[in-house]
């Protein structure tokens, strides 16, 4: 009788433990439904790897970055003295039937065995490609890395070779996509011109970013003209210029890289977090001093990002596929996963990313897409 006693005690423990497990998870949990969906390219059919809940989880960081040389001072959080460790501790859990699968840094240098990868596009797409050298480096610690230029500055680009396995990642910077061109009147921002593309040719992966920078303005907005066509103007809505500068990206992947074997992927818009109430919370607040994930149900308060609707619609159209890394709406719930003020900038820095942090689940599902285990 005893015996049955301490078994049945025993199994009840455990019942308990996994619903407390259950809960926790679910406490994390914020539907993705009402959001707009990817593009077709990167849901792979009924498993949509963009759409799940975080979780806490013991086993992360997957690295530790005061071993990675890699890491700007913008996204070094742990070096400037972020005294919280929490929000390194979260994992990605894609919804059913989604099984995401373990970042492997060796197989993906084999992959890449004689291959450039290149990012292309403002700091958002440097806070990836920082946070990948990172991952391949935890998995090859001892291979040589090759930085050009030695100092990592960025003039126009910055590359990494892993020189054992012939793998070169490039990251350019193009805060617009389209050119900038130096005139007589000023700067001019050509809409309809990627002069600049004949340095991204050649690669054989290629991400692309953009809009952090197109609701710029004052002295942070490096253009002073508009310019289409022959209609120049001295401004016109962000919105609008984007979708035209987008077209012509677009159309100049068409023209250059259908016959090609390259990859083409297309960075899902990066949340900030300067505004409290974008997630149910006071207008005061921002991400400084947050340390967990958003943790209520239903959809993203905000809502999405409206110029994800533009990105979809450019991709749509296309005649080369493009697979959409379509990462805003995980992203949006991660709002203690940013520098503040422990990133080495002067004031609040709600945009980047810490480095160990959100951006190499990004690499994660990157590394899913690639290796063909996203659906």
Request: proline share 6%; net charge positive; hydrophobic share 40%.
């Amino acid at each position: 009788m005893k015996r049955r006693t301490v078994i049945a005690a025993a199994i009840v423990a455990l019942l308990l433990a996994a619903c407390t497990a259950a809960a926790a998870a679910a406490a994390l949990t914020i539907s993705r439904k009402n959001q707009h969906r990817p593009a077709s390219e990167s849901s792979g059919g009924a498993c949509d790897m963009f759409a799940g809940a975080w979780v806490a989880d013991d086993s992360y960081p997957l690295y530790d970055s005061a071993s990675c040389p890699f890491v700007r001072g913008e996204f070094d959080c742990a070096r400037f003295g972020r005294p919280d460790k929490q929000y390194l501790k979260y994992r990605w859990l894609p919804s059913p039937p989604c099984s995401p699968p373990r970042f492997d840094g060796l197989a993906l240098l084999r992959m890449w065995g004689g291959k450039k990868v290149m990012f292309v596009g403002d700091s958002l797409a440097l806070n990836q490609y920082e946070s990948l050298l990172c991952m391949i480096h935890a998995a090859a610690p001892n291979a040589r890395a090759t930085v050009s230029p030695r100092s990592g500055r960025i003039d126009p680009a910055t590359t990494v070779t892993f020189d054992e396995y012939n793998v070169t990642l490039v990251y350019y910077l193009s805060h617009y996509l389209v050119d900038i061109v130096s005139e007589k009147a000023g700067r001019v921002l050509k809409l309809d011109k990627i002069d600049e593309g004949r340095n991204w040719l050649g690669a054989d992966v290629l991400v692309f970013d953009s809009w952090h920078w197109w609701p710029r303005s004052g002295k942070d907005q490096p253009w002073d003209y508009i310019q289409e066509g022959s209609q120049v103007a001295k401004d016109m809505d962000r919105t609008v210029a984007f979708t035209k500068a987008l077209n012509t990206w677009a159309g100049w992947v068409d023209a250059n890289l259908v016959q090609t074997s390259a990859k083409v992927f297309f960075q899902g818009i990066s949340p900030s977090h300067y505004r409290g109430q974008e997630w149910g919370a006071s207008p005061r607040r921002s991400c400084a001093g947050e340390t967990e994930p958003l943790n209520s149900t239903g959809p993203y308060p905000a809502g999405p990002i409206p110029q994800q609707a533009v990105i979809r619609s450019a991709l749509a159209r296309m005649a080369k596929p493009v697979y959409l890394l379509d990462f805003t709406f995980l992203s949006q719930l991660r709002k203690d996963a940013h520098p503040g003020k422990y990133g080495g900038m002067f004031g609040q820095d709600c945009t980047h990313w810490c480095i160990a942090g959100l951006t190499d689940t990004w690499n994660i599902l990157f590394y899913a897409a690639l290796t063909g285990q996203d659906g």
